[in-house]
């Protein structure tokens, strides 16, 4: 199992920046490929963006494609996701997730497919 806890959210005018991280414990934080998502108030949970457990492969939803970049640093058992040029419709409780698998590239975007959740962090972006 592996333990996540998400920091680094806050309130933020538009236009600005947040990193965003997420901190493992438990088992070798290097075999889970991680995923961010993201629920606005009153909406489902959506998929923000995912890095594959060697750090090779990430993939992006398309309302945050050139804004937000995901990365990790397995030495640290922290997972980022760094959001620049934020928008009003980026506000939202954000939750990193964990899942293991066999392919080191491996990646997904469906919720469903993950196993461990951190408990979230707040981000609230101002007009």
């Known amino acids: 199992q592996v333990q996540l806890v998400e920091s680094g959210g806050g309130l933020v005018q538009a236009g600005g920046s947040l990193r965003l991280s997420c901190v493992g414990s438990?088992?070798?934080?290097?075999?889970?490929?991680m995923g961010w998502f993201r629920q606005p108030p009153g909406k489902e949970r959506g998929f923000v963006a995912a890095?594959?457990?060697?750090?090779?492969?990430?993939a992006y939803a398309d309302p945050v494609k050139g804004r937000f970049t995901i990365s990790r640093d397995n030495a640290k058992n922290t997972v980022y996701l760094q959001m620049n040029s934020l928008r009003p419709e980026d506000t939202a409780v954000y939750y990193c997730?964990?899942?293991?698998?066999?392919?080191?590239?491996?990646?997904?975007?469906?919720?469903?497919?993950?196993?461990?959740w951190g408990q979230g962090t707040q981000v609230t972006v101002s007009s």
């Open positions: 997730a964990a899942r293991s698998f066999l392919n080191a590239l491996a990646w997904s975007n469906k919720a469903n497919d993950y196993n461990y």
């Open positions: 438990g088992r070798t934080f290097s075999v889970y490929a």
């Open positions: 890095i594959s457990r060697s750090g090779g492969n990430t």
